[in-house]
């Protein structure tokens, strides 16, 4: 339901909301997304992404390249832990 504070070196970062509401934090501040949402981070941009509304949230997360460092900037590396369900789908945990 939520990812820590953090950022990815030399990698760009996306979102694809498909179903549920999150909030999306930057150094901006903190906005609302609903279904159909793309949301892009540049490499090295500060962010978080929480589930919002009471209800799971299923989303769609692609990182090019997906070879750089990630730094937790408010939390540790386990909230961050991704496992895989029914060898099919990725949840964070």
Aim: proline share 5%.
């Amino acid at each position: 339901g939520k990812s820590p504070y953090h950022y990815h070196e030399n990698c760009e970062h996306f979102y694809f909301i498909m179903e549920g509401n999150a909030t999306v934090t930057t150094e901006e501040g903190t906005r609302d997304v609903e279904p159909g949402a793309m949301v892009f981070f540049p490499a090295e941009e500060k962010h978080r992404l929480r589930a919002a509304g009471g209800k799971p949230l299923f989303y769609f997360e692609f990182q090019a390249p997906n070879e750089g460092v990630t730094h937790i900037l408010d939390g540790t590396k386990e909230d961050l832990v991704w496992n895989r369900v029914d060898g099919k789908v990725w949840v964070q945990t």
